[in-house]
T-cell receptor, first 115, second 113 residues
């Protein structure tokens, strides 16, 4: 089944404790992206990647890191989480880099709480 | 970077046709327009994309006027299950990066019986 998976789905952590949210897609998509969603603010892009070893900042990259060492994986890293990073996070992938298909496929979301 | 403006919320009734308009006055020549639907605590789901004129699929139609400064998502005969947030995105991907692709706050559509 074609899908985007994220782990963990739920995470409660404490301020300053490094964490990684994994994202994996099995559709051989070039483009991958991370978003965060907060009440009243809609979806905001954190980072995106056009291909392996190519990443770029989105609208709200502060406090986050990403890597794209393999085409299928795009982990989101919080080196020192803070309470303002409490949010619902979505990973997405798309074939658009090699076609005019702009459909993004989203993962199920990761709800992160930082205390 | 093409910005979009949508109504914050809309109400309608089951069986009606609903039209949600998105303004994108500074759309660039290469920009495509895409619409997504999102239910609470789920990831957005692609509905439709277009470049100009009219596009129709099994769930919606997208109307884009000649100047492309706006677009209208049309949902025929809505049901209660169409209650969701709808996002309009305008952007393009190029060798230099991905422009646009900001979801914004979307339009919260509420369908009543």
């Amino acid at each position: 089944e074609a899908q985007v998976t994220q782990n963990p789905r739920y995470l409660i952590t404490v301020t300053g404790k490094k964490l990684t949210v994994t994202c994996s897609q099995n559709m051989n998509h070039e483009y991958m992206s991370w978003y965060r969603q907060d009440p009243g603010l809609g979806l905001r892009q954190i980072y995106y990647s056009m291909n392996v070893e190519v990443t770029d900042k989105g609208d709200v990259p502060e406090g986050y890191k990403v890597s794209r060492k393999e085409k299928r994986n795009f982990p989101l890293i919080l080196e020192s989480p803070s309470p303002n990073q409490t949010s619902l996070y979505f990973c997405a992938s798309s074939p658009l880099w090699t076609s005019d298909n702009y459909e993004q496929y989203f993962g199920p979301g990761t709800r992160l709480t930082v205390t | 970077l093409a910005k979009t403006t949508q109504p914050i919320s809309m109400d309608s009734y089951e069986g009606q046709e609903v039209n949600i308009t998105c303004s994108h006055n500074n759309i660039a020549t290469n920009d495509y327009i895409t619409w997504y639907q999102q239910f609470p605590s789920q990831g957005p789901r692609f509905i439709i994309q277009g470049y100009k004129t009219k596009v129709t699929n099994e769930v919606a139609s997208l109307f884009i006027p000649a100047d492309r400064k706006s677009s209208t998502l049309s949902l025929p005969r809505v049901s209660l299950s169409d209650t969701a947030v709808y996002y309009c995105l305008v952007g393009v991907y190029s060798g230099g990066g991905a422009d646009g692709l900001t979801f914004g706050k979307g339009t919260h559509l509420i369908i009543q019986p």
